[in-house]
């Protein structure tokens, strides 16, 4: 079943958060800036804002659009419905690596990676993403299909000519080798960049590019 953009399909934990107020709006930016990597679709705030609502208080302080980023084929929908209703968004669609270990468990991995396929061919996915290691949440069990599923998504941006994110927590040593082995693709952003300054320059020197968030 696909959710339409205004129906979200998670709800944020709010164990410990007490204040789910939305803050004030910002200042605006001084020029327009995409967002490269949102997760609109999470349920926040007091009040759960619809997708419209969300992109206008963005676009309001200076944020023009967004990669609506995904993590399973049901986020992945959702991500491609947003960005086919507004032309402010744009999808990235994957399983994340802490996901790709229960699809393989259900033995519905390949299943998976190949929806995400249909979903990159899209006119408005312009990214694989989230893909990558995760070695801070998935157990040594969980390792050998994260691997699996990381390279079928690197193959998956080179096949559609589209950008990759990455999301490595714990795991830089066999994120870069893997890389390096199989071949990034040409347009590689290392989301939440973690790493330290030796990584970065190893980043930079190969052309991925790094985000904060
Ligand atoms: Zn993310």
Known sequence: MIDTPDTYVRERATEGRKDLRYPAAPAPLAVPVYD????????DGEVGLSLQEQLDRAQAVG??????ASGDVESSRW???????DPRVLAAVAIHPNDAPTYA???RLDEAIAVIDGLAARPRTRAIGETGLDYFRTEEPGRAAQHTSFEAHIALAKKHGIAMQIHDRDAHDDVLETLRRV?????TVFHCFSGDAAMA???ADAGYYLSFA
Do not use: K, T, W
């Open 36 to 43: 490269n990597h949102c997760h609109l679709e999470i349920a």
């Open 63 to 68: 944020i023009a659009g967004v990669v609506q």
């Open 79 to 85: 991500a491609v419905d947003a960005a086919e209703s």
């Open 105 to 107: 468990e259900a033995g």
């Open 183 to 187: 071949g990034a693709p040409d347009r």
């Open 201 to 203: 320059r190893i980043c």
